[in-house]
């Protein structure tokens, strides 16, 4: 008997343990914790807090966030500079960002969503749901005089994945690479990244599907809008308005209660100002094409999925924490791990090559990445935004790390690459 209870009571600690250590492994929330918990060196996080002083002491960047997380503790969380410096207001840790192109991962995270629930496959043609789409043209010849074009057939239908993976031939409007895309597009009405003015993403949209490609689908990898119109599409597949289904099925989950696309009245106080460099001096940026303090003004209307979020350091690290996760949050599965590793894998091809391949959200770093040294293990992930902010999440450490500024059309600063090589260090 005595042997009995000693087997029992042995089974029973070897369990405990073991369910200590996949707990440590896969948390389940993302919690303050000390830098020795996790098995970060605390000397070293003062090194890192020394880089992105001396950036603004230097007058580098106006102000900042910065969030380094492992293993689900939160162990740098500061606040360096200003939030508006002609104000003279402070940055404050749940200061909030325009995240732009941040936008992408939490799309793509929602088309995932609804593929996992048997809605569609990832390469079938996005016409079947948007017909405008239907017989896609690539451009042939161009005049400047006039913007007048011919066009050819493209050779196979945009699918899902096309526009997942930035390879369908649409273009990006004003911040596209080639000039005469970009003419084409202005001249269409075509709404890039951000408005205030009351337009739907549905007609933007249609308006798109009627403009010439780049390149034949799935032959070349060229930054698009593709993310505004899977955004269109899953409020077609859902039948409810794409900000409303983000808050209901990722926001809300993931306790992400600081991230919108248009800010209500009480947090539009916290919104960063984007600022650029005149004469040696910070000043407010208006935008050159849209009007910058479109997350709290105009019609607030249009959903851009590509662009047109704005969040918190904590709110999108608690997004990537979910990632690490396998896809689970506090008990709530918003994805499966499978699922993950399909986002996770090389989509793309040899259409990218060297030290990251291309997803279906992310670029993730390749063996040569490694090799090339300071972003990361093999697999980890990352994304950067319009306004000068960063993300990446390292599934092999457990370390994620988000730099948050919000600067456009001023001289380049060191600071994203010091803090990434940075925090990889950390690891004691």
Same mark, same amino acid.
């Given at each position: 008997m005595i042997r009995l209870y000693s087997t029992l009571f042995f089974l029973f600690y070897v369990c405990s343990v073991f369910?200590?250590?996949?707990?440590?492994?896969?948390?389940?929330?993302?919690?303050?914790?000390?830098?020795?918990?996790?098995?970060?060196?605390?000397?070293?996080?003062?090194?890192?807090?020394?880089?992105?002083?001396?950036?603004?002491?230097?007058?580098?960047?106006?102000?900042?966030?910065?969030?380094?997380?492992r293993n689900g503790k939160i162990v740098y969380h500061q606040v360096k500079g200003k939030a508006d410096v002609t104000e003279n207001r402070a940055m404050e840790k749940d200061a909030i960002f325009r995240i732009a192109s941040q936008t992408k991962a939490i799309t793509s995270t929602a088309v995932m969503m609804l593929w996992e629930e048997g809605h569609f496959r990832l390469d079938d043609p996005?016409?079947?749901?948007?017909?405008?789409?239907?017989?896609?043209? #690539?451009?042939?010849?161009?005049?400047?005089?006039?913007?007048?074009?011919?066009?050819?057939?493209?050779?196979?239908?945009?699918?899902?994945r096309?526009?997942?993976?930035?390879?369908?031939?649409?273009?990006?409007?004003?911040?596209?690479?080639?000039?005469?895309?970009?003419?084409?597009?202005?001249?269409?009405?075509?709404?890039?990244?951000?408005?205030?003015?009351?337009?739907?993403?549905?007609?933007?949209?249609?308006?798109?599907?009627?403009l010439p490609l780049h390149h034949h689908p799935g032959e070349k990898y060229t930054y698009s809008e593709g993310l505004d119109v899977l955004g269109y599409f899953v409020e077609i597949i859902s039948g409810m308005p794409f900000d409303k289904f983000l808050k209901e099925r990722i926001f809300d989950p993931l306790e992400m209660k600081d991230t919108w696309f248009y800010l209500p009245d009480e947090k539009s106080n916290r919104l960063v100002t984007v600022h650029k460099k005149e004469n040696?001096?910070?000043?407010r940026y208006a935008g050159n094409f849209y009007d910058a303090d479109y997350p709290i003004k105009g019609a607030k209307s249009f959903f851009s999925g590509g662009a047109g979020l704005s969040s918190t350091a904590k709110d999108y690290a608690q997004f990537l924490q979910m990632y690490l996760n396998g896809g689970n949050w506090?008990?709530?599965?918003?994805?499966?791990?499978?699922?993950?590793?399909?986002?996770?894998?090389?989509?793309?091809?040899?259409?990218?090559?060297?030290?990251?391949?291309?997803?279906?959200?992310?670029? #993730?770093?390749t063996?040569?990445? #490694?090799?090339?040294?300071?972003?990361?293990?093999?697999?980890?992930?990352?994304?950067?935004?319009?306004?000068?902010?960063?993300?990446?999440?390292?599934?092999?450490?457990?370390?994620?790390?988000?730099?948050?500024?919000?600067?456009?059309?001023?001289p380049a600063e060191d600071s994203a690459w010091k803090f990434r090589q940075m925090v990889f260090s950390l690891i004691d």
């Open positions: 369910a200590q250590n996949l707990s440590s492994k896969n948390p389940q929330s993302l919690l303050e914790g000390t830098p020795q918990s996790v098995g970060i060196s605390a000397e070293r996080l003062k090194k890192l807090d020394a880089m992105l002083e001396e950036a603004i002491r230097n007058d580098e960047i106006p102000g900042l966030v910065a969030l380094v997380a996005i016409s079947k749901w948007i017909p405008e789409f239907k017989n896609p043209k #690539v451009l042939q010849q161009f005049r400047y005089a006039d913007t007048s074009y011919t066009t050819a057939p493209a050779n196979k239908e945009i699918t899902i096309h526009l997942l993976t930035h390879t369908s031939g649409l273009g990006y409007g004003m911040i596209d690479g080639d000039e005469r895309m970009r003419m084409i597009y202005q001249k269409a009405g075509i709404v890039d990244l951000y408005t205030t003015e009351d337009i739907s993403i549905a007609e933007n949209v249609k308006h798109l599907a009627n040696e001096e910070w000043v506090n008990g709530k599965r918003l994805l499966s791990p499978l699922t993950i590793q399909t986002i996770m894998s090389n989509q793309i091809g040899d259409l990218w090559s060297g030290s990251k391949h291309y997803g279906l959200a992310f670029g #993730v770093v063996a040569d990445g #490694v090799a090339e040294g300071g972003i990361g293990s093999e697999g980890t992930f990352d994304w950067g935004g319009y306004f000068n902010t960063q993300y990446f999440a390292d599934p092999q450490t457990g370390i994620i790390g988000i730099l948050m500024k919000q600067t456009r059309d001023s």
